[in-house]
T-cell receptor, first 113, second 115 residues
Framework: AQSVTQLDSQVPVFEEAPVELRCNYS??????LFWYVQYPNQGLQLLLK??????LVKGINGFEAEFNKSQTSFHLRKPSVHISDTAEYFC???????????FGTGTRLLVSP | GAVVSQHPSRVICKSGTSVKIECRSL??????MFWYRQFPKQSLMLMAT?????????EQGVEKDKFLINHASLTLSTLTVTSAHPEDSSFYIC???????????FGPGTRLTVT
C-alpha cells in the first residue's frame, strides 16, 4: 500500500524567506500527487497537483512543487512566504490502481514577522 | 471551481443521540464521495468511501453500524453518527470526486461535539 512521509512536523520561517516542505512517497508506480493546505477549522484546499507532463508544477498562492520519480519525492516550495501562509500542509498521493487518496501526517508552517 | 459544502459546520449533541451531516457537491456530479475524520493536530483518517446508489465501503476499524453513510444522489452524501458518545467528538470532513477524474474536492468540515 502507498504511504506518504512528511518528515517535518513543523517548519518555522521568517516572513519573506524561502521555504521547502518535504514529501516522499513509498512507491514509484504510476501515481498522482497533490499538496493541500488547511487553515484552522477549515477543510482542505488544493494547492497544486501532478498528474503527468512537466515535473515542475505551479500552484496557487505562489507555491510550486517538483516531482522527482527517482527519489520518489514531491517537495513543495515557495520563494518568499507571507504571514498568511501559516497553516497546515498535507501531501497526498493516489495510486491509480487503488484510487484512494493517502495523506501524509502534515507539516505545520509557522511564518513569523 | 468545484465547490463542496457541508452542513452543519458545527453541531453539539447529547450523548446517546444521533446526528446527521450532509455533504453536497454544488456544481459538479460526484459518483464517489469520501468521509474523513480528523483529530486535533493530526492528519485525515479515511472512514469510508461511498459510491452513488451502492453501499459504502468502510475502512478497517470503522463501525459501519455507528457511522451510517448514504449516497442517494450524484450530489449528496450523508453521514449519520448514531448513538453518539463523547469519543465521537471530532472534525469530520467530506470530499467528492468529480466523475471521471482523480481529483477530490473537500468540504469545509463539521465540528461535532458530544456532551
Amino acid at each position: 500500500a502507498q504511504s506518504v512521509t512528511q518528515l517535518d512536523s513543523q517548519v518555522p520561517v521568517f516572513e519573506e524567506a524561502p521555504v521547502e516542505l518535504r514529501c516522499n512517497y513509498s512507491s514509484s508506480v504510476s501515481v498522482y500527487l497533490f499538496w493541500y493546505v488547511q487553515y484552522p477549522n477549515q477543510g482542505l484546499q488544493l494547492l497544486l497537483k501532478y498528474l503527468s507532463g512537466s515535473t515542475l508544477v505551479k500552484g496557487i498562492n505562489g507555491f510550486e512543487a517538483e516531482f522527482n520519480k527517482s527519489q520518489t519525492s514531491f517537495h513543495l516550495r515557495k520563494p518568499s512566504v507571507h504571514i498568511s501562509d501559516t497553516a497546515e500542509y498535507f501531501c497526498a498521493v493516489i495510486d491509480t490502481g487503488f484510487q484512494k487518496l493517502v495523506f501524509g501526517t502534515g507539516t505545520r508552517l509557522l511564518v513569523s514577522p | 471551481g468545484a465547490v463542496v459544502s457541508q452542513h452543519p459546520s458545527r453541531v453539539i449533541c447529547k450523548s446517546g443521540t444521533s446526528v446527521k451531516i450532509e455533504c453536497r457537491s454544488l456544481d459538479f456530479q460526484a459518483t464517489t464521495m469520501f468521509w474523513y475524520r480528523q483529530f486535533p493536530k493530526q492528519s485525515l483518517m479515511l472512514m469510508a468511501t461511498s459510491n452513488e446508489g451502492s453501499k459504502a465501503t468502510y475502512e478497517q476499524g470503522v463501525e459501519k453500524d455507528k457511522f451510517l453513510i448514504n449516497h442517494a444522489s450524484l450530489t449528496l452524501s450523508t453521514l449519520t453518527v448514531t448513538s453518539a458518545h463523547p469519543e465521537d467528538s471530532s472534525f469530520y470532513i467530506c470530499s467528492a470526486r468529480e466523475t471521471g477524474t482523480y481529483e477530490q474536492y473537500f468540504g469545509p468540515g463539521t465540528r461535532l461535539t458530544v456532551t
